[in-house]
């Protein structure tokens, strides 16, 4: 199975401030890479697939990058709403789904 | 607008069964394949099962960490899907999320707690 390595698992931020999120994947998954974002009380929400197509609905202060076995996750500009978990997953070796072990944003 | 809403979770003794049913609204649901994933408490999300539509004769796809223990099936009439799990272990202790979609899951319902324990 591929496994996917999220780093940092936490990271503390300010509203304002921009951050970056990895994920590694154990071999090349092309651009199959799926980003999402968990938050207490809410369903889980898809905010990119196939590495940087922003699914509709999400902020465009939200980006993803890479492609192979090195991934992004970029929220610019952060608002109080995006404090969360975020989740990266691969779809390459469906349905063998795997997903990250989750990055918790919080607040600084 | 799509409704996912899990039912059936509860606490069942190790070596139970239990099965947890997914109701849906808003889309077609013949036209989409469906998944289980799980996620234990403090632990990251795990993908369970799949089921595909009519189109690709419902075939199913399970974890091997699950292979033999969990079925899958959906009713189209209904707009739902099914996880019947047995032989349940307390590492099968978990919210239980039915989403939609092949590859990446598009829409998540807010998950069902199954706790197993004596």
């Known amino acids: 199975d591929v496994q996917m390595t999220q780093s940092p698992s936490y990271l503390a931020a300010s509203p304002g401030e921009s951050v970056s999120i990895s994920c590694k994947a154990s071999k090349s998954i092309s651009n199959n890479l799926a980003w999402y974002q968990e938050k207490p009380g809410k369903a889980n929400k898809l905010l990119i697939h196939?590495?940087?197509t922003l699914q509709s609905g999400t902020p465009s202060r939200f980006s993803g990058s890479g492609s192979g076995t090195d991934f992004t996750l970029t929220i610019r500009s952060l608002e109080s709403e995006d404090f969360a978990v975020y989740y990266c997953q691969q779809y390459n070796e469906y349905p063998k789904y795997t997903f990250g072990a989750g990055t918790k944003l919080e607040l600084k | 607008e799509v409704q996912i809403l899990e039912t059936g979770g509860g606490l069942v003794k190790p070596g139970g069964s239990l099965r947890l049913s997914c109701a849906t609204s808003?889309?077609?649901?013949?036209?989409?394949?469906m998944n289980w994933v799980r996620q234990a408490p403090g632990k990251g999300l795990e993908w369970v099962a799949q089921i595909r539509n009519k189109n690709y004769n419902y075939a199913t796809y399970y974890a091997e960490s699950l292979e033999g223990r969990v079925t899958i099936s959906r009713d189209d009439s209904k707009s739902s899907v099914y996880l019947q799990v047995s032989s349940l272990r307390a590492e099968d202790t978990a919210i239980y999320y039915c989403?939609?979609?092949?590859?990446?899951?598009?829409?998540w319902g807010q998950g069902v707690m199954v706790t197993v324990s004596s």
């Open positions: 808003g889309f077609n649901f013949n036209d989409y394949f």
């Open positions: 989403t939609r979609r092949a590859y990446y899951f598009d829409y």
């Open positions: 196939s590495g940087s």
